[in-house]
Nanobody, 126 residues
Framework: QVQLVESGGGLVQAGGSLRLSCAAS????????VGWFRQALGKEREFVAA????????YYSDSVKGRFTVSRDNAKTTVYLQMNSLKPDDTAVYHC???????????????????WGRGTQVTVSS
């Protein structure tokens, strides 16, 4: 059974940085688009960023563009979300998700992702 595990969350002051990681067990992320989504308390889960299988195409939500960077390692075993200039509004549980369809461009739609991690909490204090 394929599982995704996020790590790297924590408590940080506004303006600080965190780097989240997403790793898969049971299957490589080698030819998989990966998305990052977040859900704040009392709100719906929303798209944050996505990267296609080779790392050449990335998408970001308007709220994080210019502050967050999604990347993947050369072996394509781990996907990262570098978060800089964090704001209290970034506080949420962050989930990574894998799209096993090998589509050319990564999707912003939650319904296109097949496997989800349990998430890692990011808390930004003011």
């Amino acid at each position: 059974q394929v599982q995704l595990v996020e790590s790297g969350g924590g408590l940080v002051q506004a303006g600080g940085s965190l780097r989240l990681s997403c790793a898969a067990s049971g299957r490589t992320l080698g030819r998989t688009a990966v998305g990052w989504f977040r859900q704040a308390l009392g709100k719906e889960r929303e798209f944050v960023a996505a990267i296609n299988w080779n790392g050449y195409t990335t998408y970001y939500s308007d709220s994080v563009k210019g502050r967050f960077t999604v990347s993947r390692d050369n072996a394509k075993t781990t996907v990262y979300l570098q978060m800089n200039s964090l704001k209290p509004d970034d506080t949420a549980v962050y989930h990574c998700a894998a799209d096993w369809s090998a589509r050319l461009f990564p999707s912003r739609l939650q319904s296109d992702y097949n496997t989800w991690g349990r998430g890692t909490q990011v808390t930004v204090s003011s």
